[in-house]
């Protein structure tokens, strides 16, 4: 981690895409603009030295590096993958646009699920309103006072005697 970001520098970079750190530097040099400062930026003396004190970064005083290494964020990787022409770096943007396309399907697809669901939510609260007034007409029937029918109705047919 570098200022906060999760980092690889361009060394690294390079031997995971099979080409030079010099190759990839005058790639990202021919192609500036596709590397903003999010995606990209050159490391500070101090940042450097703190690196050179965890990991094992040649010796700048014996035939190693001359300039600042490049961190390159997530983005600066997937861009730099489209800007180099090695086997691996175009494999590695294939996989990424496979990648993205699957994830824009998964994310039709959840959108379609919520959508869905919504529908099915107004139509369970459309279906409590309906039963909550026929309970409330049930309720009121029932509190309703019940007339006697047999004492206002004429009797027809045969009394039994008894």
Excluded: C
């Excluded at 570098?2 to 990202?28: F, K």
């Amino acid at each position: 981690m570098i200022r906060g970001r999760r980092v690889i520098l361009d060394y690294d970079l390079a031997r995971l895409y099979g080409v030079s750190t010099t190759r990839l530097n005058e790639q990202v040099k021919r192609n500036r603009k596709r590397f903003p400062n999010d995606f990209m930026f050159r490391l500070t003396d101090g940042e450097f030295v703190r690196l050179m004190s965890q990991i094992a970064i040649s010796n700048l005083r014996r035939g190693g590096r001359r300039k600042l290494p490049f961190a390159f964020t997530e983005h600066g990787v997937v861009m730099l993958a489209s800007v180099l022409n090695s086997s691996v770096a175009v494999d590695a943007s294939i996989h990424v646009v496979r990648a993205f396309v699957q994830l824009r399907t998964m994310v039709a697809t959840h959108s379609e699920l919520l959508r869905k669901l919504k529908e099915i939510d107004e139509k369970i609260g459309e279906h409590d309103t309906v039963m909550w007034l026929l309970f409330e007409a049930i309720k009121q029937l029932m509190e309703s006072p019940s007339i006697d029918r047999d004492e206002e109705r004429p009797r027809i047919g045969f009394i039994a005697r008894t």
